[in-house]
T-cell receptor
Framework: DAKTTQPNSMESNEEEPVHLPCNHS???????IHWYRQLPSQGPEYVIH???SNVNNRMASLAIAEDRKSSTLILHRATLRDAAVYYC???????????FGDGTTLTVKP | DAGVIQSPRHEVTEMGQEVTLRCKPI?????LFWYRQTMMRGLELLIY????????DSGMPEDRFSAKMPNASFSTLKIQPSEPRDSAVYFC?????????????FGEGSRLTVL
């Protein structure tokens, strides 16, 4: 399975943008890039996913490098409720299997 | 929809006892996943099903673990006999659409403590 690499932790100030990076240099052409976040004592929650083009939804934006070997999750205005562990994972089309890495723990300071 | 429903939310048992964790996926979802989360190993995929058929159980730690999906609306993860090292939070997730196009929906997890 293709693996992802993320920084262990990041800090942000409230109401400022946050850019969370993810490296996936061994990504294959049929791998989708998914982002999830996990709040304390909860199950992971879907944030966004994409294949090649940048994606936007109400929660965040996903910027995918042209060679697809890296991506960045963008939270446009961080709030205290965004403090969580953020996971970047790859899911292969028609395979279903996904492997979670250690994720990035985001701390948001008031 | 109520989302993915897991039971029990908490289970405390003694070593050697049988443990059964249950999951009801979201209606219409054709994939079901069982994950285990610990501080040491993070989130591990144990097994997943597609249309009720186990596709990949390579993450199941050993023969003490078994999972079934008798129908599209129910799955179980059984540990027999349980050991203290099985203590973890077990998550069930489901998804629609094929492969990586669909988002994973997770349940709230079942926290297992084996004494």
């Amino acid at each position: 399975d293709a693996k992802t690499t993320q920084p262990n932790s990041m800090e942000s100030n409230e109401e400022e943008p946050v850019h969370l990076p993810c490296n996936h240099s061994t990504i294959s052409g049929t791998d989708y890039i998914h982002w999830y976040r996990q709040l304390p004592s909860q199950g992971p929650e879907y944030v966004i996913h994409g294949l090649t083009s940048n994606v936007n939804n109400r929660m965040a934006s996903l910027a995918i490098a042209e060679d697809r070997k890296s991506s960045t999750l963008i939270l446009h205005r961080a709030t205290l409720r965004d403090a969580a562990v953020y996971y970047c994972i790859l899911i292969r089309t028609n395979a279903g299997k996904s492997t979670f890495g250690d994720g990035t723990t985001l701390t948001v300071k008031p | 929809d109520a989302g993915v429903i897991q039971s029990p939310r908490h289970e405390v048992t003694e070593m050697g006892q049988e443990v059964t964790l249950r999951c009801k996926p979201i209606s219409g979802h054709d994939y079901l996943f069982w994950y285990r989360q610990t501080m040491m190993r993070g989130l591990e995929l144990l097994i997943y099903f597609n249309n009720n058929v186990p596709i990949d159980d390579s993450g199941m730690p050993e023969d003490r673990f078994s999972a079934k999906m008798p129908n599209a609306s129910f799955s179980t993860l059984k540990i027999q006999p349980s050991e203290p090292r099985d203590s973890a939070v077990y998550f069930c997730a489901s998804s629609q659409n094929r492969g990586g196009t669909g988002e994973l929906f997770f349940g709230e997890g079942s926290r297992l403590t084996v004494l």
